[in-house]
Each structure stands twice: as structure tokens, then as C-alpha cells.
């Protein structure tokens, strides 16, 4: 059945852990991780609560596959309600915490309360305690990382933390694993670190034997990675490029956001795309990046692992940063990357590390740079603010220098850990803030694609492109080409892959599996790994089941149709050259056939008969 | 050639093994005094708890392992040797000659200098007939006291406290274990021991055992009296040399051999616990009396003795311990070099400890207690002296990392 | 003519498939601490290294068995533990200076690759060729055995 049917509950305010049953009953209809521990929060949590105060609870969940042989089956969530935008967050993550989580037996850990004093969760195998973190407590989450798994002498060990930012209280502060993997986005880092939680680390050694048929499973995972294997994207392009391939493939078509989605069309895009790293640099004849990894049991292995120039301005005398680490991926070269208008890659490797060792966001933070980019730009914010930094689009050099501040707390870190929302608003710009729900965009321009456009103002924690990745459409033609700049059939596609994507995330896949797989490979191996029917129309059913609910805990915490709005810039602004030259996103014409779609009335509420069907 | 080889221990048999290996035409005997075939002084604790059946300590299949091998197996004493005459004098009076001789005759246990040692509640674990003994007197609930918590004492530990005893052990040194592990690791090892409800007694040494009627009664040195249904002695082991000691054949510590395992009679050779041969890390001559030596000893021994050996580098002393679960090691110079650095890690409150001790960029010594995984590496990496370099800053970082240094530096991973 | 696993470190991505399948055919269940085959990670470097027993001439570990315990598969020439014969005494674990035979607390054994009968399942379930079984001619098996061995005095001595 591949759940292990346990979940850990840590009290933090009590300092107890204690196991319990997993409730099979959602289970069967909320199969694992996002879905299941939604179903948890939902229950347990009341929407209206204060995100950074101890009735918000954070949930690490794992699926039905993570920990098993299915490719990419290694991945974990962390659900609860975000302090950044106040609705229903889950971050899904890699590398190998969530595999360990289930070999030590556990499909989740509901942390609840707050912690008097800093504390770690140690985890090994059925024994489960939490030590004190005050030696932890100021320390990024590399070094954390490494403390605690020198502690217990154990490289084995695999740790969950968050960084320095995170204590600071920017309010999109990750959950890092496995040092380079994040929970990313939502800020569900600042809620571990509002329970004074600074780590959990755990090691398994019990395995997963209950898989429901262990043959069928073989076959349908085996069948699943040649899938990939001849895939053109998950065989060749990802592995060798990672979803850097992108970055000037969306260029190309017109839909690269640039300087905090003031232009479209970066210029200096091929200089910070996946080609530029694999050319060897002018400087020392090596390439930006060393390889690729993978995550737990991923058959794609689409990480980046950079080296970023011994003698760059970025890393120089700075010898712990001249090593491998984890590179740029697409969404964070864009915001880091083009969204700042800087195009130095050493630079924004440079930086991209300091996100992965200090625990922040580089979507969001990316984006609310480029916000105070913008506001300086135009003398809203000043050297007065920045601590002296000329924080103007475009530079290198006070990227990087307002980074190193940042992840210490010091100069204008508290302004830029507000994220650009309330930024924005703080400096009396809100109209320049690039977000929906308060989560930033990430690199996709809703002018030039409208599909995603949709998708971002419908998505259930904030702006977001893994919620319903329409670009596998409307760009590469996954499954189906269809035209970017059409509205017509978006609401279908967007509910389409929102719920399709609500139940990869719920079963420990990744989602960039589904550039080669259909329901058809992902249903026979839930259904083989797991009891009960896992066909792919119940596997549908529950994806779009999932969403509704995330939208019911939406709801209840007052959001409304109000809220899936998009920016003006993006509705009114149109594109000033390129081949989408004077397009804007057309929501009007999408959200209504959405609602429909979906079953939703008309001001986007969910009717009794749309939660009867889906048994809510 | 006629090869005879004194003593039925894994010295011995590998010894056999390799001479048939080397010589197909050769007569070889083993000569072994013991009443049972050749077997393992190491699978005594596993028999010690029903883990396996006497059967289960033997080296080999004794059934058909030597005679497909063709070589002779003799279950008798050799009383004398001869090494003018090139023979040596069976307690049956036969003669045998030979044109290579290996003493392979082990090593037998101290007994120390306490009254009341030969009292019928004593006894030694060294033999499967000392094993049955114990297993007789060992009974479940029964007071047993242990003299001595060396390597022996401790591999006996974990199957009288299975077997249900009340244990008591005592130790002159201040540690456990204290020829094998440090003040911390042996520190580990007795709260351990103590938290398994052994009763443990370091720096301490027993005064006198006396007869008490229903059993004996054994006096601390430090006042203390401990009442026993069976005292258990492992105060060490020495060389059984009495073979050669009417000879010129040199002894020390134990019989002294070369590089090649040969004595100072250049036909007679020595392997195993009997054996003072040279020592991997300090280039001296000493009694390792340890498993993994007597067998690299049988095996040089023979080469040399079937003339296609080579100068031995010498023997690393090792050791790995199962005290009731926890599991230690230890290697080489584990207590360090002059000038040497050292890394180490503890953490007393899961008894995890591990320490390396450098000689400029290389592995010298190691130890640990709470690891299973990759230890033998230690022994690669000390063995080979390979040059550390970067490495060993990051292992004085973190000397877990033990593994991927062996790799780093032996194994070609570079692909850029 | 007998194969040997060809492990190309160049091409891991550090997945664990191997690890999985290995602990699979062993164990029954995905274990990765169970396995035989470890990947090492080299962060710093951006490398990984899948690692086990290159079963050695020199058989450091049968040789040190003290119960007979190892043994040579004639078919594989893989060096195979035998449960009902190996009492856990761990001298193996200290005499194989490749730390590829190892303890393991939940059988009271020792375990170590034993080539799965000829089929080994990392590298039937390795995704970029990184382990391969081929014809053990000269692999980089071959290889990594050679720059082990010479590294090891001990293996020159006597061979």
C-alpha cells in the first residue's frame, strides 16, 4: 500500500512527539503529501489564524511513492497557511528528506504550537525527539546542515532547516533540504521558524516492503522511466540543460518579463541561460556548470551543479564559495536573474547559492529586488534606504552587495523581506508590486501567454507557474499545442493541468515528469503501489478534489473572487516590441469560463453540488 | 617437501591451504593437539548462546575440506622438535621429518597471580571445552564475575549476559578494553555495559577468591566482595613457545621471525599468536595474538615456505568488539604519533565516537565505537599510506567523511 | 568469459536507483541503507561515486573469515557470505581495507555484494550507464581494482 500508515505529531509548545494512525479514510481520497496533508490542515487548522502565531501548524508530508523505485518518487511537501499571502501554502522539494522521512516511517509530521527556546526534531528510525537548537539559532541553513549531522556522526543523516532569513522574519524565508533542494516558495520557512524550529533531521533505515503489488509495480514504474528516457524534454533536454533550456526558448517567443515586468524581452537573456553555463568562461576555460544531479530516485536528473569563478568579483577570497554547489534553475535565473536586468551568470550563481544557504525564496526575492529596482529607479527609495547601495536594474555588483546584507539581516533586509507587496505598499508604490494573492510571478509573461495568466490568478497560493503549467501547452506543445495569445479552451487547460498537477504532487512524483507522462503512466503505478482503485479517472477526481479544497481553506480565510485579479501592469501596459508586441493578458475572457469549468458560480464560489460530487 | 605445521588454528589451516596452493606435489600435516577439528577461538561466544552449534566453529568443513586438499590432519602433541635433525617427537613417540617446519601453536591464557585461581568455580575462556564448562556453570540468574575486560573478556561479555546472568566484571586498567581503546572510547564502552546492568569495576583488581560453600567469594582491591557461582579469567594471553625453548631457536615475547615469518632456524617458521613478527606501524617485533594477523602470518609463512614469498610489510593491529551490542574498533596507532594531528568526534549521549590520528598527511591510527559501516577502510587507508593532501583538512573536519577520502584519493573521479 | 561491474562515476547523477534496486533484490523492500552499492557524494567537487566490492583476488575478507563463512560463486567469481555459516563476528569488516563488507544490525550478519547471481540489479536499474556488467576484460572495474590494489603494499607483497 506504500503509505506507512503513520503520521509523527510534534507539540512544540509541549516538547512531546508522539505517532499516530494516518486517517486511511482521507488517504483514500486525498492519496498523500499536498492533498493529504491539506485534508490535515483543513481539519486542524483554522484558515483565519495567524500564519507566524502557534495555531498555524506546518506539515511535512510525503507521498504514496516517495521512497520507492518510481522515478523521481523522493519528494515532499510542506503545507500551511502562508504568512505571505495569508491562503493555503504547500511547497513541494526534493533531494532525499522526504524519502528518509518514509524510511524511518512516517508519511508525515504535523508540527504544532511553538517552542519556548530554539529546538531540532531528531528522527531516527521510530525514535523521535527534539534537542536543543540554541547553538543552531544564527546559523545559515549549510551550517546547520552540517552540525547536526556531524553530532550524530552520521552523513547520512538528512536534514530539513531553515536559514538565517527565515529567523529574521522575511516573510518568504524556504524550508531547505539536503542543502541545495527547497520549499521554496510562500514563506513556509518563516512559519517553521515562528514554532522556533530550527532543523529536523532523520534517518530511516525500516525501507518501504508494503508495496500493494509488487510486481505490477515494477513493471508500471519500469515502464514510467523508459517513458522518460525517450522523452526529448525528460531524456535530453532537462538532463542536460535543466530548465535553464528555457530561458531562451520563452525569450525567443516573446514571453521573458524583464526588470520587474516592466518590458518583455531580456537582452541579455543568452548570457544567463542554460547554454551560457555550459560554455567555458573566457576567464578560467571552465564552464559555469560541473554537472548534473538528481534527486532521490529521479531517472531525469535536471539539478544544476555550478561552479562559479574563483577569481568572479562575486566569490573571490570567499573560499567556500568556490566549490560545486547547487546552480541556477530557470525560474530563479529569470528573477534573479532577468527581473533585476542583471545578466552577470557567475553573479547570480553567486547569489543563488546565498538563497540556498540562507533559506530564501529567489522567486520572490528576485522579484522584490526588482520591485525596490524599480522604486529607485525612480527615487522613490534612495541611498538613504538601501544602505548606500545604488540598487539600480542591471547591476552585479549591488545585487550582490545588498544579497550579503540581506541574508545577515543588516542594511535594507527587513524592507526587502516584506516581499514586494507590502513593500510596495510601505513606499506608497503598490502598483508595482508583481504578484497575485502578495506571491510573486514567476518567468513567464501573462501578456505573452495567456494561458498561464489564468493559471496564476486562479492558483491557491498566489502567483505560481506549479500550479497549472500551461507552458508545457502553449509553448512546447505538451500534450497539445495550443496558441499562446488564444483565450479560447485556456479555462479547460488551466483546470486541466491545475488538477492533474494537485494529484502528481499528491502522489511524491515531480511534476516534470508530466512532460512525458500522461494519467495513463501515473495511474498504474499509484494504483499498483497503492490499495483501492487509482485508475486515472479517480486519480483526476482526486487532483481536482484537492483544489477545490485548497480553495475552500482560501475562502474561509477571506479570499474571494476579488483575489484571483493580476496585476495592472499586466492587464493595461501592453508589450512594447518584440514578436508579442501589443499584447495584454485578457483575463476577463478567461475567468468566467474558469468558474464554469470548474463548477463555481459566477463570483467564484463553490456551489453545494460541485462539493457533493467531489465528496467535500 | 614434507611442510608440517604445529597447531590447528586459522594460522595453521590457512597456512596448509596456501602450501597446497603453491606446491600441488607437497606432503603437508597439521598437528594439532586439540580434540576437536581445527576451529575458531573467535565463534566461541556465538556458541557461548546457542547461535551455532559446536559444528559452527570449526574453520573448515572437517569432513572433506582437508582431505580433498590432501593434507594430513593429526590430532596429536608434538612433544619436542628437532631442528638439527629436521623432525619433531609426537606424544605417541612416532617421529616425523620434515624439510619446513611453521609453529603455528597459538597462545594460552595468563592466570594471574590471585590465591583461590584453582578453586573448580574458575575457569578461563579459551578452549570449546573451557566453552562448555562455562556454558555448564553460566546459568541463568546465577552471580558470575569476570576478571578482566580486555578484547577476550569483552567478545565473551555479550553471551553471559544473553545467557542470563547476574555479571559483574573487573578491570585493572581505568577503561575498558584499554589495549584496544582510549580513555573515551573505553569510557563509552562501560556506561554502556553499566546501562545493560553489568556491573562494572575499572581500575580495580581482584586481591584473592575464596570458597564461600556455596560458591566463592572474590575480594576488590578496593574493599569491595563480590559473590560468584563462576569466576570467568581473561587477563590476556601468552605465546606458546615451549616447543622451541630448549632450542636456539630465538624467543622473546614470542618466537622471533623475519619479514618472511622465519625463525632464526631458516627452516623453521612461526605464524599466528606464537609469532613476535613484525608490525605494520611501528616497524617492531611484537605478539599481535589476533585473528586477522594469524591468518596474513599462515599465508606469508607458507609463500616462504613454498619459496615465492616476499618480504612482509608487516601486520596492522586491529581489533573490532560486539560488547553487547555496541560495536567498537580500532587500528594501528589509534593512540597517535608524536607531532601528529589528530581528529575526533563524541558524542557520549548516543556512545558515537570516532578518532583519527595523522603522521603529517597520512592515516596512522583510527578508532571508533558506534559505526558499522565502511570500517575496514580505516585500515586501507593506513595500510596504503596514501598521501591525504587536501584531505586531510576535511577529514580533521569531519573524520566521518572516511570513506569518500579513500575514494578521493584512490579512485579516478574526475570527468570534467 | 566472467563479468565484472564497470562503474563510471563521471556518469552518476546520484540518483539511488541503484541503491534501491540492490536493497530491493536483497531485502525486499527499497532500503538504501540496506544496500550494498553506496553512492558517495562529493559536494564540494559535484561528484558521485557509486562504490562497492570490486571482488578482489586477494579476498581480504574470506580469508579473514574465521568460520568459512565467504566463499567464491564459481559462476560469478563474486565472493558470496553464507547466513547460515557467518556468525557476525565483524573481523571481516576490519580486514577488508575496501570497507565494502559491512555489519549489518538487522541480520546479525555481515553482507557485501554478491554480483546478484550474475544479474546484478544496480546496474539493470542504473538510468545513464553509470553501472554497467560487462565482460571483465578491461573495465574501469579493472581499474578502480588496480589503483586500489596498488595503493595496498600489502596486496603487492605477497601476490
Known sequence: ?616 | MQHIIVGAGPAGVIAAETLRKADPDADIAIIGDEPEPPYSRMAIPYYLINDIDESGTYLRDPKRHFAELNIELLQQRVETIDPSGKSVTLADGASRSYDKLLLATGSHPISPPIPGLELPQVHSCWTLEDARNIIERAQSGSNVVLIGAGFIGCIILEALVKRGVNLAVVETGNRMVPRMLDDKAGGLLETWCKNKGIDVHTSCSVDAISDSGSGVEVALSDGGKLSAALVITATGVKANTDLVAGSDIKIDQGVLVNRRMQTSDPDVYAAGDVAQGVDFSTGNFEVQAIQPTATDHGRIAALNMAGQGDEHHGTLNMNVLDTVGLISCSFGLWMGVDGGDSAELYNPDEFQYINLQFDGDHLVGASSVGKTQHVGVMRGLIESKIHLGDWKDRLLQDPTAIMEAYLACTQELSYQ | MQKSLNIDPGKCTGCLQCEMACSYEHTGTFNPSRSYIKVFTFHHEGRFAPYTCTQCDEAWCMRACPVDAISVDITTGAKVVSDDKCVGCKVCTIACPFGTINYSQATGKVVKCDLCGGDPQCAAACPTDAITYVDADWTGYDRMQASAAKSLPSAEATA
Not at chain 1, 524510511?103 to 525527539?129: C, N, R, T, W
Not at chain 1, 508494503?210 to 515494477?218: H, P, R, S
Not at chain 1, 486541466?496 to 494537485?502: I, M
Not at chain 1, 495513463?520 to 483544489?547: H, K, M
Open chain 1, 1 to 616: 500500500m506504500s503509505w506507512t500508515r503513520k503520521i509523527l505529531r510534534v507539540d512544540l509548545s509541549k516538547g512531546s512527539c508522539t505517532s499516530e494512525a494516518l486517517n486511511m479514510d482521507w488517504a483514500n481520497q486525498y492519496l498523500g503529501q499536498r492533498g493529504l496533508a491539506s485534508k490535515y490542515l483543513t481539519e486542524e487548522v483554522d484558515p483565519k489564524c495567524d500564519a507566524l502565531g502557534p495555531d498555524n501548524k506546518m506539515i511535512m508530508a510525503t507521498g504514496p511513492l516517495t521512497g520507492t523505485m518510481a522515478s523521481t518518487g523522493g519528494r515532499y511537501s510542506v503545507i500551511c497557511k502562508s504568512p505571505l499571502t495569508g491562503a493555503i501554502a504547500c511547497s513541494n522539494s526534493g533531494g532525499f528528506f522526504g524519502a528518509e522521512m518514509k524510511f524511518a516511517g512516517y508519511d508525515m509530521i504535523i508540527f504544532e504550537g511553538k517552542s519556548d527556546k530554539p529546538v531540532y526534531l531528531l528522527i531516527q528510525d521510530d525514535k523521535a525527539e527534539l534537542r536543543s537548537a540554541e547553538h543552531l539559532w544564527g546559523k545559515s541553513a549549510w551550517e546547520a546542515d552540517d552540525i547536526v549531522r556531524a553530532t550524530h556522526q552520521d552523513p547520512q543523516l538528512r536534514v530539513a532547516c531553515i536559514g538565517r532569513t527565515a529567523e529574521q522574519g522575511c516573510l518568504y524565508a524556504a524550508v531547505m533540504n539536503d542543502k541545495h533542494r527547497a520549499a521554496g516558495r510562500s514563506g513556509v520557512g518563516t512559519v517553521m521558524a515562528s514554532k522556533n524550529l530550527k532543523a529536523v533531521a532523520v534517518r530511516g533505515t525500516g525501507g518501504i516492503g508494503n508495496v500493494n503489488d509488487a510486481e505490477a509495480f515494477i513493471a508500471a514504474t519500469n515502464d514510467g522511466k523508459a517513458a522518460l528516457a525517450e522523452n526529448a524534454v525528460t531524456g535530453q533536454g532537462l538532463p542536460a540543460f535543466g530548465t535553464q533550456v528555457l530561458m531562451n526558448v520563452i525569450n525567443g517567443v516573446g514571453a521573458l518579463p524583464a526588470r520587474n515586468m516592466r518590458d518583455v524581452g531580456f537582452e541579455g537573456a543568452e548570457n544567463i541561460s542554460a547554454e551560457a553555463m555550459a560554455e567555458p568562461r573566457k576567464s578560467d576555460g571552465k564552464a559555469n556548470l560541473t554537472t548534473n544531479g538528481a534527486c532521490f530516485g529521479c531517472t531525469i536528473a535536471c539539478g544544476r551543479i555550478s561552479t562559479v569563478d574563483p577569481t568572479h568579483f562575486s566569490v573571490k577570497d570567499k573560499p567556500q564559495y568556490q566549490g560545486a554547489s547547487g546552480g541556477l534553475e530557470y525560474e530563479a535565473a529569470w528573477a534573479l536573474g532577468a527581473d533585476t536586468g542583471v545578466d552577470d551568470l557567475d553573479a547570480l550563481t553567486y547569489v543563488n547559492f546565498l538563497c540556498n544557504e540562507d533559506g530564501m525564496d529567489p522567486i520572490t526575492y528576485g522579484a522584490t529586488v526588482a520591485a525596490a529596482m524599480e522604486m529607485f529607479e525612480d527615487g522613490t527609495i534612495t541611498t538613504k534606504e538601501t544602505g548606500g547601495i545604488e540598487l539600480k536594474f542591471g547591476s552585479a555588483e549591488a545585487f550582490v552587495a545588498i544579497t550579503e546584507q540581506f541574508v545577515t539581516g543588516e542594511g535594507f533586509a527587513k524592507d526587502l523581506g516584506l516581499g514586494s507587496k507590502r513593500l510596495c505598499e510601505k513606499y506608497k508604490r503598490p502598483e508595482l508590486s508583481m504578484t497575485v494573492k502578495g506571491q510573486e510571478f514567476p518567468a513567464y509573461d501573462p501578456r505573452g501567454i495567456q494561458g498561464i495568466g489564468l493559471a496564476y490568478a486562479t492558483s491557491n497560493r498566489g502567483a505560481c507557474h506549479l500550479r497549472g503549467y500551461t507552458i508545457a501547452s502553449e509553448v512546447l506543445g505538451i500534450p497539445v499545442k495550443t496558441e499562446m495569445n488564444d483565450t479560447d479552451g485556456k479555462a479547460e487547460l488551466v483546470k486541466a493541468f491545475q488538477d492533474a498537477t494537485a494529484l502528481v504532487d499528491s502522489a511524491g512524483l515531480c511534476v516534470f515528469t508530466t512532460f512525458a507522462w500522461g494519467m495513463d503512466n501515473i495511474a498504474p503505478q499509484i494504483d499498483a503501489a497503492c490499495e483501492g482503485d487509482w485508475s486515472v479517472e479517480n486519480c483526476l477526481e482526486t487532483g481536482e478534489r484537492i483544489w477545490n479544497m485548497e480553495r475552500l481553506f482560501n475562502e474561509a480565510a477571506g479570499f474571494t473572487a476579488d483575489d484571483d485579479k493580476l496585476p495592472k501592469r499586466l492587464l493595461k501596459e501592453v508589450i512594447k516590441a518584440g514578436p508579442t508586441e501589443g499584447q495584454v493578458n485578457r483575463l476577463g475572457e478567461m475567468l468566467p469560463k474558469y468558474y464554469e469549468a470548474r463548477g463555481w458560480t459566477a463570483d467564484g464560489k463553490i456551489p453545494d453540488e460541485t462539493r457533493q460530487r467531489l465528496s467535500l
